[in-house]
């Protein structure tokens, strides 16, 4: 029996494609919907591995985790469609915009560790998922401080999932590629 219902899915699915609608991957034509298939792509995998979980909170905050941050959509929208639970874990997801960067970082994690450990594989599998080939318009000091900033997601939030931990890490290591040697000094 699989954790997690396909309605489920199809219902996050479905209100992520509305909110979603003309969006882009930043600096590509690719409709943004295939970075939500591919955040839950990552969770369905650790769904597979590790028991004990709430699958539907996993898919449906996979599904929806930017639609607070990156939409018109709101958490009282989000809480009307999914429930509670569903609802907070797609705010603790979301980046308070008033916020410095550091400073929503940090806030957000914070605020990611209050919820269900699901939330926090949800933003282990969103990084690893980013931890593309940057942009070639980013200089060599915004690669380094993603990377860094990948780290502090893991070191925060790893304990959540060995699975995806494993998965974050892994693309760590492979994101070196993109940080050549003369930028690391």
């Known amino acids: ?31 943004y919907l295939m970075h939500l298939s591919m955040v839950c792509m990552e969770i ?5 591995v590790e028991p004990d979980l709430d699958g539907d909170l996993a898919v449906q905050c996979a599904l929806l985790h930017d639609v607070i941050e990156d939409t018109p959509q709101t958490f009282e929208a989000v809480r009307e469609a999914f429930g509670e639970a569903v609802a907070r874990g797609v ?11 550091a400073a929503a970082m940090a806030d957000s994690l914070e605020r990611i560790q209050a919820q269900p450990r699901e939330v926090w594989m949800v933003k282990l599998a969103d990084r690893a998922c980013n931890l593309q080939a940057p942009p070639p318009y980013w200089s060599a000091a915004k690669r380094r401080a993603y990377r860094d900033e990948a780290r502090r997601i893991l070191d925060a939030l790893g ?4 699975t995806l931990a494993a998965r974050l890490a892994a693309r760590i290591e492979a994101y070196a590629a993109f940080i050549t040697p003369d930028a690391e000094a």
């Open 159 to 162: 304990a959540a999932s060995p």
């Open 44 to 48: 369905l995998a650790a769904l597979t």
């Open 91 to 101: 705010a603790a997801l979301s980046k308070r915009p008033e916020l410095s960067k």
């Open 1 to 31: 029996m699989i954790p997690w219902r396909p309605e489920s899915y199809i219902k996050a699915l479905r209100f992520a494609g509305v909110a979603h609608a003309g969006q882009r991957y930043p600096g590509t034509e690719v409709c």
